[in-house]
């Protein structure tokens, strides 16, 4: 079974640039979730979708972070403009439904905001 | 509210036995367990539900105390591979909340 997949694995742009992430859950999984992990931290969930719907955006910061999941399947991640606090490992993870389901994350995006 | 799990870091030789704690200050419905590998994603350990009940996965077990709002990880004879980062992660509001990690580092 293959896992999330996530690209691009590394980015480097500058502050007030754009950036954006790609997430594949696993095939069948229902709900999928992105973390922004800052270093030496535990993941921080941004926004957590099922199917195609919102359920929860509750700590996005709307004003620069998007996200959104055509056809309940990929999702995209967006930052718009970038500043130097972004800088963290973005991840994604899929679970079958939302609640008390194991979560299967993804390899992350590194993004460095210079 | 962020879980708070201590020891923050801990250093084992093989073989020696360590536990880590997760506490909540919120009622606590489930307790998620994720070990995270340098640089690679957190991978799932268990789940454990309200009831007090104690998994297992080899000889890594977990309790799961409601009243005290905590739960902890117990591991036993540990190996190198055990070396890494561990989450708790409290289900608050039908979302996970991580807590900020325990470093494990296992020696030969």
């Known amino acids: 079974e293959a896992g999330v997949a996530q690209s691009p694995r590394y980015k480097i742009i500058e502050k007030r640039q754009s950036v954006a992430f790609w997430c594949n859950p696993i095939?069948?999984?229902?709900?999928l979730y992105w973390y922004q992990q800052i270093l030496g931290q535990g993941p921080k969930l941004l926004i957590q979708f099922q199917n195609n719907g919102v359920v929860d955006d509750s700590q996005l910061p709307k004003d620069r972070f998007s996200a959104e999941r055509l056809k309940g399947v990929d999702s995209t991640l967006k930052i718009q403009p970038a500043k130097l606090e972004d800088s963290a490992v973005y991840l994604c993870?899929?679970?079958?439904?939302?609640?008390?389901?194991?979560?299967?994350f993804g390899p992350g995006t590194r993004l460095t905001v210079t | 509210q962020q879980p708070v799990q201590s020891p923050q870091a801990v250093i084992l030789r093989e073989g020696e036995d360590a536990v880590i704690n997760c506490s909540s200050s919120?009622?606590?419905?489930?307790v998620h367990w994720y070990r995270q590998k340098h640089g690679e994603a957190p991978v799932f350990l268990m789940i454990l539900l309200k009831g007090g009940e104690q998994k297992g996965h080899d000889k890594i077990s977990a309790s799961f105390n409601e009243k005290k709002q905590q739960s902890s990880l117990y591991l036993t004879a540990s190996q190198l591979s055990y070396s890494g980062t561990y989450f708790c992660g409290t289900e608050q509001g039908g979302k996970l909340i991580f807590g900020q990690g325990t470093e494990l580092s296992v020696k030969p």
């Open positions: 919120k009622a606590l419905y489930s």
């Open positions: 095939s069948g999984h229902a709900t």
């Open positions: 993870a899929s679970s079958l439904t939302s609640g008390r389901n194991e979560q299967y």
